[in-house]
Nanobody, 125 residues
Framework: QVQLVESGGGLVQPGGSLRLSCAAS????????MAWYRQAPGKERELVAQ???????????????TYADSVKGRFIISRDDARNTVSLQMNSLQLEDAAVYYC???????????WGQGTQVTVSS
């Protein structure tokens, strides 16, 4: 079964940084694009960042990433296929970044309706 376990969230001051991690299992991780999503109170879940999987690249070096406009230049998504993990380095955090952050393969998000528990990011002075 698919399992996604997010960690690394916490309380951070505006302008601070956090690194989120996600441990995935139950599927051939390296073949799937992976992404980070977030959901703030009263808002819909949104796609934050995405990184291509092995099926769409020949080497890890040519992996492609995309970001929501709101986080471009501040967040970096990365993956370690040997460990079945995907990370999100978040820098220059702003109040509007506060949310529960979820990792997922877009495939599982759209086809299987499966989500992990997420990890809470709180931005406050």
């Amino acid at each position: 079964q698919v399992q996604l376990v997010e960690s690394g969230g916490g309380l951070v001051q505006p302008g601070g940084s956090l690194r989120l991690s996600c441990a995935a299992s139950g599927f051939t991780f390296s073949n799937y694009a992976m992404a980070w999503y977030r959901q703030a109170p009263g808002k819909e879940r949104e796609l934050v960042a995405q990184i291509t999987g092995y099926t769409t690249r020949t080497t890890y070096a040519d992996s492609r990433t995309t970001y929501a406009d709101s986080v471009k230049g501040r967040f970096i998504i990365s993956r370690d296929d040997a460990r079945n993990t995907v990370s999100l380095q978040m820098n220059s955090l702003q109040l509007e970044d506060a949310a529960v952050y979820y990792c997922n393969a877009p495939y599982w998000a759209t086809k299987a309706n499966y989500w992990g528990q997420g990890t809470q990011v709180t931005v406050s002075s």
